[in-house]
T-cell receptor, first 112, second 113 residues
């Protein structure tokens, strides 16, 4: 699976959009970009995933560049409860039993 | 969404004893489950892949005789830490595939004294 690079930490003001970047320059054509987050002392929570088109769900939006070498997770209106470690993971998806390999992630601190 | 539970949520044991952690998929069947370990301020590290009815596949560097994994049914996988030592103290997290996405349990905090 391709490796990802994320900034170690970011701050965001409550109510503002949080934009979390991820670089995955060695991504293969059949690999998806997944985002999970982990709130302190809990199990990771799935947020969103995509292949090449932008995706949106009730939690977030995922913007993937045209060359697929990077992506941005957007939390449109961050709240204090969004403070967590966010993990960007690249892996083969459909029909697989693919492992999720976690990197160091980005610690997002939402401040009042 | 799919729910995964773990039991116990916290356990304290004495050095040399064995501890069993259960991982259950509550509203779906999972032929594949995963076990992770997380030390303080570190990321999750995949320990092994558990497949129902067959032997688990361990990641490089993980002692299979120390971390026994059993996946006897489609809703239950267990991790037994045998002869636990203080260095085994960690946060153990399981996940289950439903059918292509992984859903994580809340984790088990193991402290070995």
């Amino acid at each position: 699976d391709a490796k990802t690079t994320q900034p170690p930490s970011m701050d965001c003001a409550e109510g503002r959009a949080a934009n979390l970047p991820c670089n995955h320059s060695t991504i293969s054509g059949n690999e998806y970009v997944y985002w999970y987050r982990q709130i302190h002392s809990q199990g990771p929570q799935y947020i969103i995933h995509g292949l090449k088109n932008n995706e949106t769900n009730e939690m977030a939006s995922l913007i993937i560049t045209e060359d697929r070498k990077s992506s941005t997770l957007i939390l449109p209106h961050a709240t204090l409860r969004d403070t967590a470690v966010y993990y960007c993971i690249v892996r083969v998806a459909a029909g697989n039993t693919g492992k999720l390999i976690f990197g160091q992630g980005t610690t997002l601190q939402v401040k009042p | 969404g799919a729910v995964v539970s773990q039991h116990p949520s916290r356990v304290i044991c004495k050095s040399g004893t064995s501890v069993k952690i259960e991982c259950r998929s509550l509203d779906f069947q999972a032929t594949t489950m995963f076990w992770y370990r997380q030390f303080p301020k570190q990321s999750l590290m995949l320990m092994a892949t558990s497949n129902e009815g067959s032997k688990a596949t361990y990641e490089q560097g993980v002692e299979k005789d120390k971390f026994l994994i059993n996946h006897a049914s489609l809703t239950l996988s267990t991790l037994t830490v045998t002869s636990a030592h203080p260095e085994d103290s960690s946060f153990y997290i399981c996940s289950a595939l439903d059918p292509y996405e992984q859903y994580f349990g809340p984790g088990t905090r193991l402290t070995v004294t």
